[in-house]
């Protein structure tokens, strides 16, 4: 009489070891309690600190309201915390340099994200699908000899 294999049991069948469950992964903190990581765009660097408070977030030592002042700027900033709902529960300390302003908002963001998903592993599906955890690739264009900037051309002239 044959044997029938099932999915779950298809691996003993074949001889390979059984699959371990797969272990939560533990936060990575530090021994102030804080979880660090470091975010970029562009040309600008961010290096970020998450720790346990009421929302407080600080941008080279000035508060995001301060340092930040386009609306649209701390929004991109404050993207992360929003979609995992922590924007009340943690206190965002970072520097940040390089690039301009709208460069260090996406560094930023980059920043809280990664280090957000070292304080509360559970939280990487949820910043993930949204996009928050990849590194933006684009950048300027390096410029061609004989053309005036990357692409642009001297004016045409028939005569």
């Known amino acids: 009489m044959a044997e029938t294999t099932t999915l779950s049991n298809l691996g003993a069948a074949m001889?390979?070891?059984?699959?371990?469950?797969a272990a939560p992964a533990k936060p990575k903190l530090d021994a102030k309690g804080r979880a660090y990581a470091t975010g970029r765009r562009k040309d600008a660097i961010s290096r970020?600190?998450?720790?346990?408070?009421?929302?407080?977030?600080?941008?080279?030592?000035?508060?995001i309201e301060t340092y930040f002042a386009r609306p649209v700027l701390r929004m991109v900033v404050q993207q992360?915390?929003?979609?995992a709902g922590r924007a009340t529960q943690v206190?965002?300390?970072c520097t940040v340099t390089g690039g301009g302003l709208s460069g260090q908002a996406g560094a930023v963001r980059h920043g809280i994200s990664?280090?957000?998903t070292y304080f509360e592993p559970e939280?990487?599906?949820?910043?993930?699908?949204a996009g928050f955890l990849t590194r933006d690739a684009r950048a300027v264009e390096r410029k061609k000899y004989g053309k005036p900037k990357a692409r642009r051309s001297f004016q045409f002239s028939k005569r």
């Open 80 to 83: 992360p915390l929003v979609t």
């Open 15 to 21: 001889g390979m070891a059984p699959a371990a469950a």
């Open 48 to 63: 970020v600190w998450v720790k346990r408070g009421s929302g407080k977030i600080t941008v080279n030592g000035k508060a």
């Open 123 to 129: 939280l990487r599906a949820v910043l993930k699908k």
């Open 114 to 116: 990664r280090a957000l």
């Open 91 to 93: 206190d965002i300390d």
